[in-house]
């Protein structure tokens, strides 16, 4: 059985086309963390790496095509997880893309020593279109396991 608990951080995602091609969606140098948490939870958030600034510093404000271009370099959802088998099924209890809310989306995973692959699969065709790669961060040198005791400042 696959262990996945814990943060990821993300390395690629490619996106194959029914053509042949391969694109990035958010370009070859994303970022984002996954993370799933030992009782069950998970949380993910990717971006483009050189995203649009919004000529404010309100978060809720910004012209309503500043708002779009934000939102089209981002996406985010959290839920819970489960595995089975070789899938990880993630069941969002919220997304910035509102149609997920609600959903289960099932991941055919693929794990080799730190690299944890996610496949998206056309339900349709059963051909695999995303493929995006997070890789576990190496810890800090001043990291300390957290066992949930500590307490913020």
């Known amino acids: 059985?696959?262990?996945i608990t814990g943060t990821w951080?993300?390395?690629?995602?490619?996106?194959?086309?029914?053509?042949?091609?391969?694109?990035?969606?958010?370009?070859?140098?994303?970022?984002g963390m996954l993370i799933y948490t030992p009782d069950g939870h998970m949380?993910?958030?990717?971006v483009e790496a050189e995203r649009p600034r919004l000529d404010t510093d309100n978060p809720i404000g910004g012209t309503l095509q500043e708002r779009a271009d934000a939102y089209s370099s981002?996406?985010?959802?959290?839920?819970?997880?489960?595995?089975?088998?070789?899938?990880?099924?993630?069941?969002?209890?919220?997304?910035l893309f509102e149609n997920w809310a609600g959903t289960a989306q099932v991941r055919p995973a693929t794990l080799d020593g730190?690299?944890?692959?996610?496949?998206?699969?056309?339900?349709?065709?059963?051909?695999?279109t995303n493929e995006i790669a997070w890789r576990r961060p190496q810890p800090g040198p001043n990291a300390e396991p957290c066992d949930g005791s500590e307490t913020a400042p």
Request: net charge negative; glycine share 8%; aromatic share 8%.
């Open 114 to 128: 730190d690299q944890l692959i996610l496949h998206v699969v056309d339900p349709q065709t059963g051909h695999v």
């Open 1 to 3: 059985m696959m262990t």
């Open 74 to 95: 981002c996406l985010a959802y959290f839920g819970r997880y489960e595995l089975d088998g070789t899938s990880v099924i993630h069941r969002l209890d919220g997304s």
């Open 43 to 46: 949380a993910v958030q990717m």
């Open 9 to 31: 951080l993300l390395e690629t995602w490619r996106r194959h086309e029914t053509d042949g091609t391969v694109s990035y969606p958010f370009g070859e140098t994303p970022q």
